[in-house]
């Protein structure tokens, strides 16, 4: 199955700072590459997602970049502001459809 | 678009009963939903696939006779906890895909069940 993991496993940043989040996996089948924002106590929240066939994609001040041939993809986040605290999940995606979520990283935005 | 909502929140039962939690897809249609559970501090552990109409497909180690899972419509998926114990004390989440995007799924705001 998928194995995947999540780098750091917390991340603190000045507000205005950037932060980079990155995802590994192993499945060379993985074909869609989705993060999740989950706040305390609330359901997971799809904020940006990637297939395989597309390098980088940018909405706002958030972005994913992928790169297949290390199986590795990264969350960007610019200007960071405190609502930005939350935990962060990947959850890449095989053919089965099924996601293989990372045990999350906790981001901390301090004012 | 895309709002999928569960009910209840929020069920605290005693030892011994059933509880039902129920995941509906309120501007789509869902063509198939799946559950998942998070103990605290922990990642989403998906449970079980559910396409309507069908049985649920379980994971390994997930007991089909105790987290039964009903998907009648394609706006409805059930599941109930049946003769719950304080070890199935959780935050369930459903989530629903369209069958426009297979793969993208869209989560429910969770349940969170405390079985004393």
């Known amino acids: 199955g998928e194995n995947v993991e999540q780098h750091p496993s917390t991340l603190s940043v000045q507000e205005g700072d950037s932060a980079v989040i990155k995802c590994t996996y192993s499945d060379s089948a993985s074909n869609y590459f989705p993060w999740y924002k989950q706040e305390l106590g609330k359901g997971p929240q799809l904020i940006i997602d990637i297939r395989s066939n597309v390098g980088e994609k940018k909405d706002q001040r958030i972005a994913v970049t992928l790169n297949k041939t290390a199986k590795h993809f990264s969350l960007h986040i610019t200007e960071t502001q405190p609502e930005d605290s939350a935990v962060y999940f990947c959850?890449?995606?095989?053919?089965?459809?099924?996601?293989?979520f990372g045990k999350g990283i906790t981001l901390s935005v301090r004012p | 678009g895309a709002v999928v909502s569960q009910h209840p929140s929020r069920v605290i039962c005693k030892s011994g009963t059933s509880v039902k939690i129920e995941c509906r897809s309120l501007?789509?249609?869902?063509?198939?939903m799946f559950w998942y559970r998070q103990f605290p501090k922990q990642s989403l552990m998906l449970m079980a696939t559910?396409?309507?109409?069908?049985?649920?497909?379980?994971e390994q180690g997930v007991e089909k006779d105790k987290f039964l899972i009903n998907h009648a419509s394609l706006t409805l998926s059930t599941l109930t906890v049946t003769s719950a114990h304080p070890e199935d004390s959780s935050f369930y989440i459903c989530?629903?895909?369209?069958?426009?995007?297979?793969?993208?799924?869209?989560f429910g705001p969770g349940t969170r069940l405390t079985v004393l």
């Open positions: 501007d789509f249609q869902a063509t198939t």
């Open positions: 559910s396409n309507e109409g069908s049985k649920a497909t379980y």
């Open positions: 959850a890449p995606t095989g053919a089965n459809s099924k996601l293989t």
């Open positions: 989530s629903a895909t369209t069958s426009g995007r297979a793969d993208t799924q869209y």
